[in-house]
């Protein structure tokens, strides 16, 4: 099958849409493996992961319906279009309050952490080089955590970290959001160019004429009845005597 101009442009842009896929799903990956899972969220990762998946299986849904031009796939891929951009959309949202929420959660992480597994909150200290949430008096891993010249509470390290990350997801999923609708746009101006309009739902069936009768069709032709057969005796001699006495008297009347 040959290619025209805007069936091969609607092939590119289902395959950079499938790269997109693969950048969110990666980046997602990237994400979940530098969160610190006992302070910050894994939904955001999560999520960009399942998007970015979503996005490679929309992709190459379009490129078969583009291929064989069929109007079903292209409403399945629109839809699955419509839901990733409601999903990136809900995922900003959530991202962008992530920074005003930073200190009563990650306090909240700390003194759940402070009451029930110190050993994770001094693993924190040693990777940041602090002592403490706010300072070193403020829920310390251990009593001499400060002697070590660690002076400075491990909270600035903490939100610094989820500012990072939190950064990174909105300016990709910003990224996503625009690359998607332009997609949307484009694709719905080049689908009908390359499709027949699909107007077979809008045709209703045509009905007969006030006047119009129908043909009737020929009666069935009548079986043929078979004779009775008759078990009368033949005719004696006598009765055929009769018989032609009787002609004889009428021709003679």
């Known amino acids: 099958m040959s290619y025209d101009t805007p069936q091969a442009t609607l092939v590119v842009l ?8 693969a950048v969110l799903a990666a980046l997602g ?12 969220s894994t939904s955001p990762a999560v999520c960009l992961i399942i998007i970015g998946l979503l996005l490679i299986f929309a992709s190459d849904l379009a490129t078969t319906g583009i291929i064989t031009q069929s109007w079903t796939h292209i409403r399945i891929v629109a839809s699955l279009g419509l839901l990733a951009i409601l999903a990136e959309l ?7 309050q992530s920074p005003i929420r930073a200190r009563t959660s990650l306090r909240n992480s700390w003194l759940r952490m402070y009451t029930g597994n110190r050993l994770a909150l001094q693993r924190v200290e040693h990777m940041f080089g602090c002592c403490g949430f706010e300072d070193s008096a403020n829920m310390p891993s251990h ?10 509470g491990c909270y600035e390290h903490l939100a610094q970290a ?11 999923v910003t990224f996503a959001v625009v690359v998607q609708v332009l997609s949307l746009i484009l694709g719905s101006y080049l689908i009908v160019r390359v499709f027949e309009v699909d107007r077979a739902w809008l045709i209703e069936p045509e009905m007969p004429a006030a006047g119009d009768v129908p043909p009737s069709e020929p ?5 043929a009845v078979p004779a009775m ?25």
Do not use: H
């Open 14 to 21: 289902t395959t950079a849409n499938a790269l997109l896929g």
């Open 29 to 40: 990956s990237y994400l979940l493996t530098e969160s610190i899972r006992e302070f910050t």
């Open 90 to 96: 809900m995922l900003m949202l959530a991202v962008s």
């Open 143 to 152: 009593s001499n955590c400060s002697l070590g010249g660690k002076a400075q």
């Open 162 to 172: 989820v500012f990072y990350l939190s950064k990174i997801a909105a300016k990709w």
């Open 219 to 223: 009666p069935p032709a009548a079986a």
């Open 229 to 253: 057969a008759t078990d009368a005796p033949p005719p004696s001699p006598q009765d055929n005597a009769a018989v032609a006495g009787n002609a004889t008297n009428v021709e003679s009347a």
